[in-house]
């Protein structure tokens, strides 16, 4: 099947160091590719430069076969990248649903309209009440974001990368700072999205990493070192050596 | 109480009540980028003078202009004025975008003081104000204090009806996205920076209103209207008030203005008092007059 989104040695240089180093990695319409690696490795700077958010010093990326290299975050989000990210970047001091509502609103043509008031659009808020209750936040929707518990604004995180309706879905880190129980939410969440995009997913914990990945990648200081299936690379020595430790090494 | 004022009141209050309004036109306008936009502009008088300006260089000698042409005149040279200063400033963030409005507007105040064309430092004065007559049976006549101040009262609450319009609009959904969390809201896909200077044209465009009027007052303009004592002036008035709504620029603009002419009578150390008024009010309401009313009623529930 065709890659949805495609990265070719990668790089990204900041004056001496090599955050990401020709890394190449694809995903295709409803898989989940899983990046891991220890702190530092250069998975979050990857994701900003899958999502537009930072220009690769070399390599190139591609959506649907098009190379779209140095596009900015506008663009890649227009071109169906929608993220999360690992700080939460959202709107704090709007409501859930007006939140929901700049997402949306961000796939139409009359943004621009000054003079047209949000009721006469009233698609937007439809889609939205669509987004919310995916994500169960419809409970939530008129209170700020900034009153709501860590585990709640990290969905309000996913609901806008869901909400500009993406083909490609970047999640940095998904379950940061969650319980358990919330975790287990997320991880369900994901599992009933997950034929519907192509996911990267660069996550820590290790139990929703194996129960969602379809393919896994490790980054070791900015580089690949391994890539392949997860029952492969939890049995794949340097991987043990580099970051899995003996939990993994019966 | 304020379509009577004309009636009851002196000629010198009516003077001043109009004053207060077109302030509050332009104090509105710099409140869609500081408050709604979160772009704090230094230099927003340049388009309230330059509009004066405008009126002043296209008046005929001996004859007066229509005053919707030459309103609208204003409004368009202004808004161009906007979009190239705006396009700028734009690409600036912060700290070196209020340097860069400052820059840009001492700039035009130097470029109109000391060039021949706009009366150097004394400006340029406006003989013929412009009218409008409605097929001849009525007749606008602007050097008419109460006349002047009805225009005004009409174009505030025009002016004020357009940006709680804008606010409510699609626009107004991604200018308040782009002052909360300007870095994802271009990751939803928005060109923010076409965003702010659509904004930033329209706020201009409506400083042009005021200055108009100013000009119109007093038939005189002079490079003081676009310095950055004016800009400053405006931003005071802002923040006093309270940025980001509606009613901040009305209560802000009016009570400034109030404060300054009761000083004013009383001592010549004026500016000292209103200081201290500003500072007091900076302290004790940090979201202005408007969080005022609002605290209140949240400590009756």
């Not at chain 1, 180093?21 to 490795?41: F, M």
């Not at chain 2, 820059?103 to 064309?117: R, S």
Request: charged share 15%.
């Amino acid at each position: 099947m065709r890659s949805v989104i495609e990265a070719r040695g990668l790089t990204k240089r900041f004056s001496g160091l090599t955050a990401v180093s020709d890394v190449s990695l694809s995903c295709e319409h409803g898989v989940i590719h899983a990046v891991i690696g220890p702190n530092g490795a250069g998975k979050s700077t990857l994701m900003n430069l899958l999502s537009g958010d930072l220009k690769p010093t070399s390599g190139n990326i591609l959506i649907d076969g098009i190379d779209v290299t140095g596009s900015g975050s506008s663009q890649m989000s227009l071109l169906g990248v929608g993220r999360s990210y690992q700080r939460t970047n959202i709107y704090p001091s709007l409501t859930v649903v007006e939140n929901c509502n700049l997402a949306v609103q961000s796939r139409s043509k009359f943004s621009m309209r000054f003079l047209s008031d949000v009721g006469s659009h009233p698609e937007v808020e439809v889609d939205t009440k669509n987004v919310l209750e995916r994500v169960r936040l419809e409970s939530v929707a008129q209170k700020r974001v900034s009153e709501l518990s860590h585990g709640e604004q990290r969905q309000v995180e996913i609901a806008l990368a869901l909400a500009i309706k993406p083909k490609v879905l970047l999640l940095d880190e998904p379950l940061a700072g969650m319980g358990a129980e919330e975790s287990l939410s997320i991880v369900a969440l994901l599992q009933s999205i997950r034929s519907e995009f192509a996911v990267i997913l660069v996550e820590h914990d290790m139990d929703a990493v194996f129960a969602l990945a379809d393919t896994l990648t490790v980054m070791l200081n900015g580089g690949v070192i391994e890539s392949g299936l997860p029952q492969d690379i939890r049995s794949s020595d340097r991987v043990q050596a580099a970051y899995l430790g003996e939990d993994f090494s019966d | 109480m304020l379509i009577f004022l004309p009636v009851f009141s002196e000629l010198y209050y009516i003077q001043f009540a109009s004053k207060i309004l077109i302030m509050i036109i332009f104090v509105s306008s710099l409140n869609l980028l500081v408050g709604f936009t979160g772009l704090v502009s230094l230099g927003h008088a340049a388009f309230f003078g330059s509009s004066g300006y405008v009126l002043a260089l296209l008046s005929p000698a001996d004859t007066s202009m229509n005053l919707f042409v030459a309103l609208l005149a204003s409004m368009l040279c202004v808004g161009v004025l906007g979009a190239v200063f705006g396009a700028v400033v734009l690409r600036t963030k912060g700290i070196f975008f209020i340097m860069s409005t400052l820059a840009l507007g001492e700039m035009l105040f130097y470029f109109l003081h000391d060039t021949a064309f706009a009366g150097g430092s004394d400006g340029i004065y406006i003989y013929d104000r412009p009218g409008f007559n409605l097929f001849g049976w009525w007749q606008l006549d602007l050097s008419n204090v109460s006349h002047f101040y009805y225009l005004a009262l009409i174009l505030v609450c025009l002016v004020l009806m357009l940006i709680k319009r804008i606010m409510n609009s699609p626009f107004g959904r991604v200018i308040s996205g782009i002052r909360v969390n300007e870095h994802r809201t271009k990751a939803l896909g928005y060109h923010t920076y076409k965003f702010k200077l659509v904004c930033f044209v329209i706020a201009s465009m409506i400083a042009a209103i005021s200055g108009f009027l100013a000009a119109v007052q007093f038939g005189v303009v002079n490079p003081e209207m676009v310095g950055w004592h004016a800009s400053g002036h405006a931003l005071m008035m802002v923040i006093l008030g309270g940025k980001g709504s509606l009613l901040g620029p009305v209560l802000g603009t009016t009570t400034l203005m109030l404060v300054e002419e009761i000083f004013q009578e009383a001592t010549k150390h004026w500016q000292l008092l209103t200081g201290i008024v500003v500072v007091l009010v900076a302290l004790f309401f940090p979201n202005g007059l408007v969080g005022l009313k609002f605290s209140k009623k949240r400590s009756e529930i």
